[in-house]
C-alpha cells in the first residue's frame, strides 16, 4: 500500500466533511508512522495528487457535498490570487530598485 493509498483510506474514513478535517501537522505524524523521513513539504506535494482530498481552514477531508468541492476551490483560489498580489508587488519593488541603480544592495 503506498501512502497515497494510507493517506486517502485515513480521510475517507474518519474526516469525511468539513468539521471532521485533519490539520497537516496531525496528518503527517500519522504518516510518518510509515514514512518517517517524510517531510511536510513532501506532504503537501501528495496531497496536492490526490484531487478527491479537499481543502481548507481547518485543514484536509473527504467532501461530503458539492458545495465543499465548491468552497475549497474558492479557498484555493483566494490563496492563489493573494500569492499572486505579492509577486506582483516583489517584482515592482525589484525592478524600482533596479531602474535607480540600487541593487548594489545585494552586493
Known amino acids: 500500500m503506498t501512502l497515497k493509498d494510507l493517506i486517502i483510506d485515513l480521510i475517507n474514513a474518519r474526516h469525511r466533511g468539513r468539521e471532521n478535517a485533519i490539520r497537516r501537522r496531525e496528518l503527517l505524524l500519522y504518516c510518518r508512522q510509515f514514512d518517517p523521513e517524510l517531510t511536510?513539504?513532501?506532504?503537501?506535494?501528495?496531497?496536492?495528487?490526490?484531487?478527491?482530498?479537499?481543502?481548507?481552514?481547518?485543514?484536509?477531508?473527504?467532501?461530503e457535498s458539492y458545495e465543499e468541492v465548491e468552497?475549497?476551490?474558492e479557498?484555493?483560489?483566494?490563496k492563489a490570487l493573494a500569492m499572486l498580489r505579492r509577486a506582483k508587488k516583489i517584482r515592482l519593488y525589484y525592478r524600482a530598485?533596479?531602474?535607480?541603480?540600487?541593487m548594489r544592495l545585494f552586493i
Open 75 to 78: 479557498y484555493l483560489r483566494k
Open 40 to 63: 511536510d513539504r513532501e506532504l503537501r506535494r501528495i496531497v496536492e495528487d490526490l484531487p478527491q482530498i479537499c481543502t481548507g481552514s481547518k485543514g484536509y477531508f473527504m467532501p
Open 97 to 102: 530598485l533596479s531602474d535607480s541603480g540600487q
Open 71 to 73: 468552497d475549497t476551490v
